[in-house]
Every structure is written in structure tokens, then in C-alpha cells.
């Protein structure tokens, strides 16, 4: 196009191929680079070489579009530009100065070459240089911008009080526009500290240039005037802050926002609905006590303002929006409070009859019914699912009836099928296979946004696995075959099973408490896919190893003991090798382990001292090895005074190792009911009243004694349960162990 003769044509072609490149990264450097040919792409576009203001168009041309790009290094090129820009002005501004002093000196006259002349950068060329620094939200985009802001009022502290350089060189130069920081400039600060993730820091700056601008307001600048949008982006700034008292701040500044507007007549500080937004969803993030009920006390607020006589026009721009719902039924969908998921949908059903009373125009979307689904999929109580179906229902009417934004997507069955997962009905399995069937039947007429996914499959069988019986096992196998296939035969990415689905379906084996073996084998399929694909995604970990010696102890095999115990060697080897770290055993393996060999059922001698060797052999590895392969807590040490008095007969033996055990557990603080009640089952009266001394109260009318914890050493029980040793969760795949 550049070389094009029609000069009119060059330029709409330029500047239409410009428009459609993103200037970022590579392609923007291509055009740098295009620069440097002797047929500049702007001036041939723009005319010929005496166009003054050629190339300063198009340095400001690339300067807008990667302001407007978001670009991470937009702010680094764009501030080169700039240096560009000044060094043009600079040469023009001395060549023309040299010029004129050459032809005012020489009598003869000459006509001369008019060299041409670049115009000086503007406040309008910084304000795109800091916008580019906000919109690549750098850690370092606020300093960045505070840096230009300083230097666009040096500049303008030098030139204020000369006169001005073109009157004096007889207007041969057009006049130069001011360098002067103006509203637009403070609110870019603003919003790039906002941006910035700097936590408390960068909020204090943002207020700190909201401050400032109100001083220089008050000063006599009224070009600076503080406006509703700056207000709004401190607001932002202590709302992502993440610090101790984040939301109350934001809430101080509201309602100072508030008097100033009312009680002293800023209208141009008027709140919206984006402030009281921005103060509900700082709530909402602090997850301090009470901060759902705040939220919603300021949705109220805020419908009370809209709605009443006296202040519906003072406050027209405060109702609530979609976003003013949906993030107070956030907070309370994360909330732990009891009645939380009733209040999220306390709110959902107040915006339905809202709206068809004509009392409101938001309707409810697709994400204010997940959420509530959600807020009753974390719920413990006991009709959760239940409740989180008929959510469910309500959407899919509500759908029906005419609202498009509610049309339930698989993230919606996905939270439904996942409260049926949680709970404890025993026909969670059953209604999460019937919402399966449902999905796939929807996704078969044409709707891909149902489509099952694996977070749908992997929470199908998680409820299966809730059953316990064999048929359930069953149906969780065929549905990791079908995924496994379907993956295979379409390289659908989304159906392809992750370790928490073997893991699902482990078990689903492991409780219906039969065939053990099989579990063994889904693990060592997953270990085989692991090597063989060297996909990280696919190696076992802790858990599903954990899951597998649940299948053997919970089964009536007789050699679960040993069975379990080559599998708790082979996570020593592969983690001790490197091969796999993520399968080194925690202290829900070891009493894991301990539990298979407690519950032995078996009449022969040899099983049964088989399985008293290795409970000692692994509470002896852990215990010296601690905190290596976990800390013992009180199941350990429960669990192996119940090994004790079923595998070893009446006698000084068995007391002795049950004194033993006992002294251990007090020496690490972890003494609780349940090791109590262990303990009494396996040795004499006498042995109870040598153990616990004054503790023991003996019954007069019987033999029975009591424990009297107050009466015990609070250093034995000053670790209580303890924390369940559980493998932190890294990534997506990673799965949290559980006490199962």
C-alpha cells in the first residue's frame, strides 16, 4: 500500500491494515522495525516528506492501540515511543531554530529547505503511556504511572512562567499544547495501583492520589476535580486488597462518599451502583465473621434507596444490578454459617417475586442459580441434595418461561450431581445417575452446553461409591471403560479421566467391600497409563494408594494384612526412588494399614501373628521416622490397642504393649475419647486404675469405672486429634487425602 501513488489510498489502507494488527509482542516489533525503512509506512501514507505531522500521527496512532491493547509490555513500548516522540521534537525544534537564525543573518535571499518540525508530546500522549502501563496490570504499573504523573508536573513547573517559545520566534511555529496532569491522568494512577495486586500497599497509594487530587481541587485546580470514577477505583483497590479491615475501609469511604454528595452538594462524587458493588464484593472476599450479613444489609441499602419516595432521585444510580445479587449470594454460598444456603435462597426467591411484581427490572441468571445450588451442595444439612435439585427445577422453569439467561449449563447439573455426591441419601447414586442420563440425552438433541464432562463423571461415581454395594462398583467401572474409550476413539480432552476419578472408583470398590483385587488392578492400569504416556496427570498419588488398602482391609480376605503391607513398601520404594513422590505414605496410610490388620478374620495362628508383625513393623517406622511418613495421631494409636485385643489373647503380653501404647500417646498429647475407649476394652480394671490414677472413679454398685477427664494431665491431651496428615493440593489434579 505504501507504495501506491494515490496518497489517499495509501493512507486508508495504512491505516485500516494498522487497526486489524494487535500491536503486542512480535508483530508489534515487525512494525518498529518496517520504521526504520527509507519509505516510512507513515509519511508515505500521510504525504509526502514536509508533512510536519506525519510521523508524530503515527507514533500516536501505535501509542493508542497499544494503550487500548492490554498488552504486559504495552507500557514498556509505549514509553519508547514517547522517548521518540521527544527526541523528534528536540532535533526539529533546534534544525529549525538553526534555520531561521541562518536566514535572519544572511542579507541575500535565499530560499531555503523549511526543515520539518515535530510537534512537542501533549498531556493526552502520557495519559496513553499510563494507560498502557494500568491495562498490562504489572506488579510495578502503579509506581510506573506515579513516575509519569511526577514528571508531566515537573514539566509543566519549568514552563509555566516563560513565554511562550513560538511567540518569540515570531510565530513560525505552531503553538505547543501545555503538559499539565489532568483528571483522566489522576484516575489512571488510580487504577493502576488498583491493578497492580499490591495488596494493602497499593491501595494506600490509590487513596493517596485521591487525596491528592481533592487537595489540588480545594487549591484552585478544578480541572482536577475528584470524580465518582476515582472514588470508585480506591474502592476497587481495598476491595483486592486482601488486608485485615479491607471492607471496612471500603465502607468508610462510601459513606464519606455518601455525606459529601448529600450534606456538602459534590454531585460529581454521586455513589453508584458500581461503589455499593464494589464494597459488597470486599465483603464478600474478607470472609471475616458476619461479612455475609454486611453484604446483604448493603443490597438492601441499597434497593431501600432506590425505591424510597424521599431518595429515589438522589439515588437513582444505586439499584441493584445482577452483579449486587449475585455476589451477596456468593458470600453466603461460601459462608460456614448453618442457615447460609437458606439465606442464598432466601434472596433467590426474593428477586423472582421482585421481578414479577414489576417491583424490580433484574431478573435471575444462570449463575444466581448455580451459586445457590452450590451454597446447598456445601451445606451439611441433611436434605441438602434435595434442596439443591429443586433449585435445579426452578431454573429449568424458569428457562422454559422465557428467561434465556437461565438455561442451565453442565456446570449447573455438575453442582447438582455434586451435592449428591456429598450426601448421605442412599439414593444419591440413583438421582446423580438419573441428572447423567439426562445430560447425555439433552447433549444427544443438540445442546452442547450440557455436555457431560469428567468433573460430571468423576462426581456420578463419587455418589455411586456412597452405596457401598457391589451393583454400584459395578456401574462405576463401566463408566471409567466408557470415558476411557470414548477419550481414545474422539481425543475429547474434556471426558478424559484424571486420578480423582480412578481414585472415584477405587472407592466405590473399596466400600462395596468385596473383590479387592480389582481396585488393585485399576491401580496398577493407572500406574501403566502413568509410565507409559509420561503424564504427570495420571501418576497415582497418596490417595489412591490410601483407597486401595482401604479395599483390602475393609474386605473379609485373610492375607489384607499382607497385601496391604507390599503396597505401603512399594509407596516407601517409588517415592524413596523418585519415580513417583507423590506417593509417599502420610498417617492415613499407616492407619490405613493398621486397620486392615485389625480386623483379621481369620481362625489361623500363623495369619493372625502375621498380621501383629506388621501393625508393629509399620507403627515402629512411622513412629521413628516421624514426621517422614506422618506424625502418629490418636486413630494410630486407637487403632493399635484394638489390634492388640483382637489378635493377641488375655495376658502380661498384651498388657504390656497396651501400657506401652498407651504411655506413648500421653507423652505426644494425644489422649481422646476414642483411644479411652480402646483401651478399656482390652485390659483388667486393675490395669485402667495404674494407668490413670485418680482419674479412675470407681462405680460403689458395680465395677465400672469412669473417667474423669479434668482430672488428667492437660499434656496429654493438648494436641486432641490433631490434624489429619493430608498432602497439600498444588494443582488441579492434586487431591486432598482423606480419613476414609
Known amino acids: 500500500f505504501t507504495h501506491t ?10 491505516l485500516d491494515a494498522i487497526d486489524q494488527i494487535p500491536f503486542t509482542g512480535y508483530k508489534y516489533r515487525q512494525i518498529l522495525d518496517f520504521r526504520k525503512y527509507e519509505s516510512n509506512l507513515c509519511l508515505s501514507a500521510r504525504g509526502d516528506g514536509n508533512d510536519r505531522d506525519g510521523v508524530i500521527l503515527n507514533l500516536n496512532e501505535e501509542m493508542r492501540h497499544l494503550a487500548a491493547s492490554g498488552s504486559y509490555n504495552a507500557g514498556f513500548d509505549c514509553e519508547k515511543l514517547l522517548e521518540e516522540m521527544w527526541k523528534l521534537y528536540k532535533e526539529s525544534l533546534a534544525a529549525k531554530i538553526e534555520a531561521k537564525e541562518k536566514k535572519e543573518l544572511d542579507s541575500k535571499e535565499i530560499e531555503y529547505n523549511e526543515p520539518k518540525y515535530y510537534r512537542r508530546p501533549d498531556t493526552t500522549v502520557y495519559n496513553k503511556v499510563m494507560k498502557a502501563w494500568a491495562g498490562s496490570r504489572r506488579s510495578d504499573a502503579g509506581q510506573k504511572c506515579e513516575k509519569l504523573l511526577r514528571e508531566m508536573w515537573k514539566i509543566h513547573d519549568e514552563t509555566k512562567h516563560e ?28 487504577t493502576a495501583w488498583a491493578r497492580s495486586g499490591g495488596g494493602v500497599r497499593a491501595a494506600k497509594r490509590a487513596e493517596s492520589f485521591l487525596e491528592e487530587m481533592e487537595e489540588l481541587y480545594l487549591a484552585g485546580h478544578t480541572e482536577l476535580m475528584p470524580t465518582t470514577f476515582c472514588v470508585n477505583a480506591v474502592l476497587n483497590a481495598w476491595s483486592k486488597s486482601g488486608g485485615n479491615g479491607s471492607a471496612l475501609r471500603t465502607e468508610l469511604i ?8 448529600t450534606n456538602k452538594g459534590r454531585y460529581e462524587l454521586a455513589p453508584n451502583t458500581i461503589s455499593y458493588n464494589t464494597v459488597i464484593a470486599a465483603h464478600a472476599r474478607s470472609r471475616e465473621r458476619g461479612s455475609e450479613r454486611k453484604a446483604e444489609r448493603l443490597l438492601q441499602e441499597m434497593s431501600d434507596l432506590s425505591t424510597n419516595k424521599e431518595k429515589s432521585e438522589l439515588f437513582a444510580c444505586c439499584k441493584p444490578d ?41 431478573l435471575p441468571d444462570g449463575k444466581t442459580y448455580t451459586t445457590v445450588m452450590n451454597a446447598w451442595a456445601r451445606s451439611k444439612e441433611t436434605n441438602a441434595a434435595n434442596r439443591a435439585q429443586d433449585v435445579l427445577e426452578r431454573m429449568k422453569l424458569a428457562h422454559k418461561n422465557g428467561n434465556e439467561s437461565a438455561k442451565p449449563t453442565v456446570l449447573s447439573y455438575n453442582t447438582v450431581v455434586n451435592a449428591w455426591a456429598k450426601s448421605q441419601s442412599k439414593d444419591g447414586g440413583t438421582k446423580a445417575i438419573a441428572l447423567l442420563d439426562e445430560m447425555e440425552l439433552l447433549h444427544k438433541d443438540g445442546d452442547k452446553t450440557v455436555k457431560p464432562d469428567v468433573y460430571t463423571y468423576t462426581s456420578v461415581i463419587d455418589a455411586l461409591s456412597k452405596q457401598g454395594s457391589q451393583r454400584s462398583a459395578e456401574k462405576a467401572i463401566s463408566i471409567l471403560d466408557m470415558m476411557e474409550k470414548s477419550y481414545i476413539d474422539t481425543n475429547d480432552f474434556s471426558i478424559k479421566p484424571n486420578i ?23 491401580l496398577d492400569r493407572l500406574e501403566e497409563l502413568g509410565n507409559t504416556k509420561k503424564d504427570k496427570n495420571l501418576h497415582s498419588d497418596v490417595v489412591c494408594f490410601n483407597a486401595v488398602i482401604n479395599a483390602w482391609g475393609w474386605s473379609n480376605e485373610a492375607d489384607k494384612a499382607k497385601r496391604s503391607f507390599e503396597l505401603y513398601n512399594r509407596m516407601i520404594d517409588l517415592s524413596a526412588s523418585g519415580q513417583n513422590r507423590h506417593a509417599k505414605p502420610d498417617i492415613v496410610t499407616c492407619n490405613s494399614l493398621l486397620n486392615a490388620c485389625a480386623f483379621i478374620d481369620s481362625k489361623d495362628d500363623e495369619i493372625r501373628t502375621e498380621a501383629i508383625e506388621i501393625a508393629v513393623k509399620v507403627y515402629e517406622l512411622v513412629h521413628s521416622n516421624a514426621p517422614r511418613y506422618g506424625t502418629p495421631n490418636h486413630i494410630t494409636y486407637g487403632t493399635m490397642i484394638m489390634i492388640l485385643g483382637n489378635l493377641l489373647p488375655p495376658g502380661d503380653l498384651r498388657d504390656d504393649l497396651a501400657k506401652n501404647t498407651f504411655w506413648q500417646c500421653c507423652k505426644n498429647g494425644h489422649l481422646t475419647g476414642f483411644m479411652v475407649a480402646k483401651i478399656r476394652k482390652v485390659v483388667s480394671n486393675q490395669v485402667i486404675k495404674e494407668l490413670f490414677g485418680d482419674a479412675a472413679v470407681s462405680n460403689a454398685k458395680n465395677d465400672e469405672i469412669k473417667i474423669d477427664p479434668k482430672k488428667l494431665p492437660d499434656k496429654w491431651m493438648q494436641n486432641g486429634g490433631g490434624r489429619k496428615s493430608r498432602p497439600s493440593r498444588k494443582n488441579k489434579y492434586d487431591q486432598v487425602s482423606k480419613q476414609l
Open 5 to 14: 501513488q494515490n496518497k489517499n489510498i495509501q493512507r486508508s489502507f495504512a
Open 254 to 261: 462510601l459513606e464519606r462518599m455518601k455525606d459529601m454528595y
Open 163 to 190: 513565554s511562550d517559545i513560538d511567540a518569540g520566534l515570531n510565530q513560525d511555529f505552531p503553538v505547543e499544547s501545555t503538559i499539565k496532569p489532568d483528571q483522566f491522568s489522576y484516575s489512571t494512577v488510580i
Open 322 to 362: 445482577i452483579v449486587s445479587y449475585n455476589t451477596v449470594i456468593g458470600a453466603w454460598a461460601r459462608s460456614k454459617d448453618p442457615s447460609a444456603a437458606r439465606r442464598a435462597e432466601a434472596i433467590l426467591r426474593q428477586m423472582e417475586r421482585k421481578y414479577t411484581s414489576d417491583e424490580s427490572d433484574v
Open 500 to 522: 480423582r476419578t480412578y481414585t472415584s472408583v477405587i472407592n466405590a470398590i473399596s466400600r462395596s467391600k468385596v473383590q479387592p483385587e480389582r481396585a488393585q488392578k485399576i
